[in-house]
């Protein structure tokens, strides 16, 4: 069920009457979302629900033995390796299996292991996250343990964050479901965030994605330079609109249950330094690899050399987190790469204006060719593609016509319009009565509607 | 008396504390969406009838979808949709050059 159709419209009706029908129970609230949560993965495949109950159990059991003091170190392992074990197993397993079976012909061995072709669950990754996120946290002594199993069940399934994320941290959403809000729900910034959200998704990323960079994708070397470049950059912003405006839509609908989220993009492709980059790009991944992985490989409390080494680990491990595939280990050793070298070279930020316009291009124009390897469909495509890039410069453009020109640049400067900009809508949008709200808020879906093309392609993070 | 639960920082809010003053109730929330899903059914009732196509287990909603459809057809409704969306096709199919 995706967000930008009639079926989750019809979907969240039904769970918005249920949420005002017990206006004042705050726990059957909960309950209503756990069961709207549960039914909103089971459109995909109700076998894994299963799956999703088990990780809340595992998270739940944990808490409540480390809370209670009994070999918490124990307990803290085993919980993490049953998450990372089912994770490793519906996620990795044909791809160690494959590899495995490469390395034994490589070695002139004639032993294969079996294939099982695993069906991935969809928002694995996200939901082992959220439960290791808790069961650290609770280790740490950051937060309270869950004594309710309801709250686990919805801190982990809550269906506006269950698929793609953003990743919301059990210190951060615990305390909400500790007692109701007394908070208005700010729906004239929610309306704003999704129609803002459903123009990134349905215009900019499925026209620059069916225009421009799934065909030049799908068949590199039939394309000139110009078309491979204008590719490159399709496909940036496509993947920023795409998954910015999921983000975008879950905020605001947990906005409109009653319930915060964090930030997960603030405008990443204007960033100076590689650093900045991800402190832009999907927040809420990057400050969890931080705190869970490169801050207990001893961040960069141990040298230069070990601060170097933890940067890469942890960027090929957030790599491989995308996807089982040597593309996205080398996106990961790219990105791991460049944070050390930058640390390295550029160990602050440029002071001059002409220092700043060059670090932003050279950032932007570093993060587009490792997106190069993200998308192509293996890395001898990736490869194929970048040689590419340096041929058929007199060709001309085949496939990138204006429209999807002017898309990238839309795209692009949506990243240099400063943010606050937006806000006068939402504080005028305050002061329109409800009716005027849905009103308003009902043209502006249909002219997104009209204006994108034919059927909603699925969100690009839905794979991990 | 126990403490209260610790609440959950502001700081990192999506929706920064100054656009969430004014707002309203779920049933205020309820009210929008109603609201908001008639007048989309105005106005894309195009794309109301072919999504309930895909129920063909209920050939009545299609029927409905369909007959909804017509009306908002008739009554010229579903004409800006149509416009936007011819308008858009022709952007899409524009070339560099008009030879």
């Given at each position: 069920m995706l967000f930008p159709t009639f079926g989750f419209l019809l979907f969240f009706l039904v769970v918005a009457a249920a949420l005002a029908a017990l206006d004042g129970h705050f726990t059957a609230k909960k309950a209503v979302l756990v069961v709207a949560s549960y039914y909103f993965y089971a459109a995909?495949?109700?076998?894994?629900c299963f799956l999703l109950a088990f990780s809340s159990a595992v998270s739940f059991t944990a808490g409540l033995l480390i809370g209670a003091g009994t070999r918490k170190r124990l307990v803290l392992t085993v919980a993490i390796a049953v998450h990372l074990l089912l994770l490793g197993t519906f996620k990795y397993l044909d791809f160690l299996t494959l590899s495995a079976n490469w390395l034994a012909h490589l070695l002139g061995l004639h032993a294969e292991l079996p294939f099982i072709e695993v069906i991935l669950p969809v928002g694995i990754s996200f939901f082992t996250f959220h439960g290791i996120s808790y069961i650290v946290d609770v280790y740490r002594g950051d937060v309270a343990v869950c004594k309710r199993p309801l709250d686990m069940l919805l801190y982990m399934?809550?269906?506006?964050?269950?698929?793609?994320?953003?990743?919301?941290?059990a210190s951060y959403f615990l305390p909400q479901l500790a007692r109701p809000s007394d908070e208005p729900i700010p729906i004239a910034a929610a309306a704003v965030l999704i129609l803002g959200g459903l123009f990134k998704k349905v215009v900019i990323a499925n026209y620059l994605a069916t225009g421009l960079a799934d065909p030049v994708f799908g068949?590199?070397?039939?394309?000139g330079g110009p078309d491979l470049l204008l590719a490159t950059y399709a496909y940036a912003v496509q993947i920023y609109c795409d998954f910015s405006a999921y983000t975008d839509m879950a905020i605001a609908i947990a906005a409109l249950c009653g319930f915060r989220f964090p930030r997960n993009?603030?405008?990443?492709?204007?960033?100076?330094r590689l650093r900045e980059f991800w402190q832009r790009w999907h927040i809420s991944l990057s400050t969890w690899l931080r705190d869970y992985l490169y801050k207990p490989l001893g961040g960069n409390r141990y040298g230069a050399f070990k601060t170097y080494r933890n940067l890469i680990v942890t960027m090929l491990l957030g790599g491989i987190w995308h996807g089982a595939g040597w593309k996205f280990v080398m996106w990961g050793a790219l990105h791991g790469g460049g944070l050390a070298v930058e640390r390295m070279l550029m160990p602050s930020r440029p002071r001059t204006i002409a220092g700043r316009i060059v670090s932003t291009v050279a950032v932007f124009h570093f993060v587009c060719l490792a997106w190069i390897f993200f998308r192509a469909e293996d890395f001898t495509v990736a490869s194929l593609f970048i040689a590419g890039?340096?041929?058929?410069?007199?060709?001309?453009?085949?496939?990138?016509?204006p429209f999807s020109v002017a898309l990238i640049l839309i795209g692009m400067a949506g990243q240099f319009?400063?943010?606050?900009?937006?806000e006068p809508l939402s504080a005028w949008l305050e002061r329109v009565p409800l009716w005027g709200i849905g009103v308003a808020a009902g043209i502006g879906v249909a002219i997104v509607n009209a204006l994108g093309p034919e059927g909603v392609a699925p969100f690009i993070y839905f794979r991990f | 008396m126990p403490a209260p639960p610790p609440r959950a920082p502001?700081?990192?809010?999506?929706?920064p504390p100054r656009l969430r003053r004014v707002g309203t109730t779920s049933r205020g929330v309820l009210l929008m969406c109603v609201i908001g899903t008639l007048v989309l059914g105005l106005f894309a009732s195009h794309d109301l009838a072919t999504w309930s196509q895909r129920f063909e287990a209920m050939p009545v909603l299609a029927r409905l979808a369909g007959e909804w459809d017509d009306a908002m057809s008739r009554g010229g409704l579903s004409a800006p949709n149509e416009v936007l969306r011819n308008a858009v096709a022709r952007l899409v199919d524009m070339g560099w050059k008009t030879d």
């Open positions: 995909w495949d109700w076998h894994f399934s809550f269906f506006p964050q269950l698929v793609a994320g953003p990743i919301v941290r068949a590199p070397t039939s394309y993009f603030d405008q990443p492709y204007r960033a100076q890039l340096f041929r058929g410069w007199d060709q001309g453009v085949q496939q990138a016509g319009t400063p943010v606050r900009l937006f | 502001l700081v990192t809010d999506a929706i």
